[in-house]
């Protein structure tokens, strides 16, 4: 198949995404196969403004890209370490994964360390559970997972085409973690499309997600 660019904005820098898609794979997979083409992962804020530019438009990518939403989700490689002991949420981007294709907890564990998190979410403010779509911005965990308010404004834009016209966010059950677990979060549309889902569960070693490689610095 032919490789086209998608271009999308994020955060006002203009970006471009390799079509075809990668994938199906697990998120290593995924991984390796952009890599080997010289091409960057998007963590999931990029992922958002991706969807955001062309879940709504015509075509064949657009309706591929709500194809794989309704049957598999994208991956944004953003990972999601859930930490028992200081009771908080912390988003990492790009992270690495082990051999066997789960999300690797000591490297975050450093990273966290180095001050490598992006955002954090205290465990008192975990819920899972449907938002109406215009809530979303405000919601704590679509903020932190896709960048801050502009990120959480597109998904909101996202999820008032779905049927419902909610979004979703899918938490693991954290009490009971009494170690540092680590996941990868996913986006898909839940329920054949009546809802847009954030999951904040991703093992990583699942074979049915989709990326896109990321061409960066556009003028």
Same mark, same amino acid.
């Given at each position: 198949?032919?490789?086209?660019?998608?271009?999308?904005?994020?955060?006002?820098?203009?970006?471009?995404?390799?079509?075809?898609?990668?994938?199906?794979? #697990?998120?290593?997979?995924?991984?390796?196969?952009?890599?080997?083409?010289? %091409?960057?992962?998007?963590?999931?804020?990029?992922?958002?403004?991706?969807?955001?530019?062309?879940?709504?438009?015509?075509?064949?990518?657009?309706?591929?890209?709500?194809?794989?939403?309704?049957?598999?989700?994208?991956?944004?490689?953003?990972?999601?370490? %859930?930490?028992?002991?200081?009771?908080?949420?912390?988003?990492?981007?790009?992270?690495?994964?082990?051999?066997?294709?789960?999300?690797?907890?000591? #490297?975050?564990?450093?990273?966290?360390?180095?001050?490598?998190?992006?955002?954090?979410?205290?465990?008192?403010?975990?819920?899972?559970?449907?938002?109406?779509?215009?809530?979303?911005?405000? #919601?704590?965990?679509?903020?932190?997972?896709?960048?801050?308010?502009?990120?959480?404004?597109?998904?909101?834009?996202?999820?008032?085409?779905?049927?419902?016209?909610?979004?979703?966010?899918?938490?693991?059950?954290?009490?009971?973690?009494?170690?540092?677990?680590?996941?990868?979060?996913?986006?898909?549309?839940?329920?054949?499309?009546?809802?847009?889902?954030?999951?904040? #569960?991703?093992?990583?070693?699942?074979?049915? @997600?989709?990326?896109?490689?990321?061409? @960066?610095?556009?003028?």
């Amino acid at each position: 198949m032919e490789q086209t660019e998608m271009e999308f904005t994020h955060q006002g820098e203009k970006l471009a995404a390799r079509h075809p898609f990668f994938g199906p794979a #697990n998120s290593k997979t995924l991984l390796e196969s952009i890599k080997h083409d010289k %091409y960057s992962e998007p963590a999931f804020p990029e992922l958002a403004s991706f969807i955001h530019r062309y879940y709504g438009e015509e075509g064949h990518r657009a309706r591929e890209i709500r194809e794989i939403m309704t049957a598999k989700y994208f991956v944004g490689f953003t990972a999601v370490l %859930y930490m028992p002991g200081k009771k908080e949420v912390y988003f990492i981007d790009r992270p690495v994964f082990h051999w066997d294709a789960v999300v690797d907890t000591d #490297n975050l564990l450093l990273r966290l360390k180095l001050g490598k998190a992006r955002a954090s979410v205290p465990f008192d403010k975990v819920e899972t559970g449907s938002v109406p779509f215009d809530k979303i911005p405000k #919601n704590p965990f679509f903020r932190a997972v896709s960048g801050g308010e502009e990120g959480a404004e597109k998904l909101a834009e996202i999820a008032s085409m779905h049927t419902d016209k909610k979004g979703h966010i899918f938490v693991p059950d954290i009490s009971y973690f009494t170690s540092p677990q680590a996941r990868i979060a996913l986006l898909y549309s839940y329920d054949k499309g009546r809802s847009l889902t954030v999951s904040l #569960n991703g093992s990583g070693y699942s074979i049915n @997600s989709y990326t896109f490689g990321l061409i @960066s610095g556009r003028d």
